[in-house]
């Protein structure tokens, strides 16, 4: 991480970043976990995931999660999504559920969501590593200061997104972007502990494609593929 492993998109904005005091202390705190046989999630290769499928100049919606899932073959870089083959988790479940009473998509049996990102939907965690079954391991270590930084960049220099903010963190984390430009969408969290007290039938994703409508941009296909290789 020396160099900025962002693709060019990004690293027009956010490549000095890496040569920040806060990186090189976050990079040796990483490299000390790796020394120690402490096995990170997700693999290094998937830490920027988001940003290579969902280039800046296609952002239209941001998701924000916290951290990546914590257990093996689970975590790949985006935020809710799982790797094919893995069960779906409860939270990403309860956000089947709401898609599919609000926008009529048909479930599917996995939990792959690069079609989203494909489409410019930013699925951004706002940690980006985290060691294996220690939940919350690598917070407060620099990851925070990077996303907050991509998220003021996705203010500044796009028109027109929708930031879907579930929970207080991600509503606290995005508490500055300009509602003057961009839509900002409020819900509780869709984990089970909280999707009852209000995720359900908040509308968000018919919500996005309207806004989206509104400014002759093509809405987000929220239906995901049937099956995933």
């Known amino acids: 991480m020396s160099h900025s492993p962002l693709p060019d998109s990004w690293n027009a904005y956010l490549g000095e970043e890496f040569s920040a005091p806060y990186m090189q202390s976050l990079r040796a705190f990483l490299a000390e976990e790796k020394v120690a046989h402490k096995v990170i999630y997700p693999h290094s290769s998937h830490w920027f995931r988001?940003?290579?499928?969902?280039?800046?100049?296609?952002?239209?919606?941001?998701?924000?999660?916290?951290?990546?899932?914590?257990?093996?073959?689970?975590?790949?870089?985006?935020?809710?999504?799982?790797?094919?083959?893995?069960?779906?988790?409860?939270?990403?479940?309860?956000?089947?559920?709401?898609?599919?009473?609000?926008?009529?998509?048909?479930?599917?049996?996995?939990?792959?969501?690069?079609?989203?990102?494909?489409?410019?939907?930013?699925?951004?965690?706002?940690?980006?590593?985290?060691?294996?079954?220690?939940?919350?391991?690598?917070?407060?270590?620099?990851?925070?200061?990077?996303?907050?930084?991509?998220?003021?960049?996705?203010?500044?220099?796009?028109?027109?997104?929708?930031?879907?903010?579930?929970?207080?963190?991600?509503?606290?984390?995005?508490?500055f972007v300009d509602r003057s430009k961009h839509l900002v969408l409020h819900a509780p969290h869709p984990s089970p502990l909280s999707a009852h007290r209000g995720f359900f039938g908040t509308r968000h994703f018919s919500q996005a494609n309207a806004f989206l409508d509104e400014r002759n941009l093509d809405p987000i296909d929220w239906q995901l593929p049937a099956s995933v290789a």
């Open 50 to 175: 988001a940003f290579e499928l969902t280039p800046i100049e296609r952002v239209k919606v941001v998701i924000l999660g916290q951290d990546p899932y914590h257990g093996p073959n689970q975590a790949h870089g985006l935020c809710f999504s799982v790797r094919p083959g893995v069960p779906t988790p409860p939270s990403l479940q309860n956000i089947y559920k709401e898609l599919a009473t609000d926008v009529a998509t048909t479930p599917v049996n996995h939990g792959f969501l690069e079609s989203w990102a494909e489409q410019g939907v930013m699925l951004l965690n706002s940690v980006l590593t985290v060691e294996q079954g220690n939940a919350g391991s690598h917070r407060n270590r620099g990851w925070e200061t990077f996303t907050d930084r991509a998220i003021q960049v996705i203010n500044e220099r796009c028109d027109g997104v929708v930031f879907l903010l579930w929970g207080s963190y991600a509503q606290k984390k995005a508490s």
